[in-house]
């Protein structure tokens, strides 16, 4: 995984993190994470920056922490309706060919297998398909001795 994916990784499981919080705290009847919860995520980034070996990675990982506590400051991270959650998912299969369109769509609506996580930088999911073709006929002796 390159230095920008991590980065981009990081920033998504901050986000997914303040999702979390916006949720938990919609469920006890507010709209958006509570300042001191959105500081506390905020402050655990910066901790995880610092120790981050090389100067650009610290630069790119605080600058991604800063900006996700300004959204989250701003209200503009929440948990999303899962229905349109699961509609974005199955967007993103809108961009391949036809054939593998609907493998993806297979995909994304759990068939097959699926491991990793965002944490470890991504979500690989696979699915097999078998299709039946023309049995492989066996070489002539002539093709057979043109391959020798």
């Known amino acids: 995984m390159n230095r920008r994916s991590a980065s981009c990784s990081r920033v998504r499981w901050t986000l997914l993190v303040l999702a979390a919080a916006a ?7 507010a709209d958006k994470p509570t300042a001191a ?4 995520v905020f402050e655990r980034e910066v901790a995880v920056c610092q120790g981050k070996p090389s100067n650009e990675d610290r630069a790119s990982c605080l600058r991604d922490a800063n900006a996700a506590h300004a959204e989250a400051r701003r209200g503009g991270l929440t ?8 509609a974005n998912a199955l967007r993103r299969c809108d961009a391949l060919p036809e054939a593998d369109r609907k493998d993806c769509v297979a995909r994304i609506q759990g068939q097959g297998t699926t491991s990793g996580s965002v944490a470890e930088g991504g979500i690989y999911r696979e699915l097999v398909t078998r299709e039946p073709g023309q049995a492989a006929s066996a070489p002539t002796p002539a093709a057979a001795a043109a391959t020798k």
Do not use: V
């Not at 949720?23 to 009847?29: K, M």
């Open 79 to 86: 948990a999303g309706d899962p229905a349109q959650l699961a």
């Open 23 to 29: 949720a938990s705290t919609a469920a006890l009847g």
């Open 37 to 40: 919860q959105a500081r506390a």
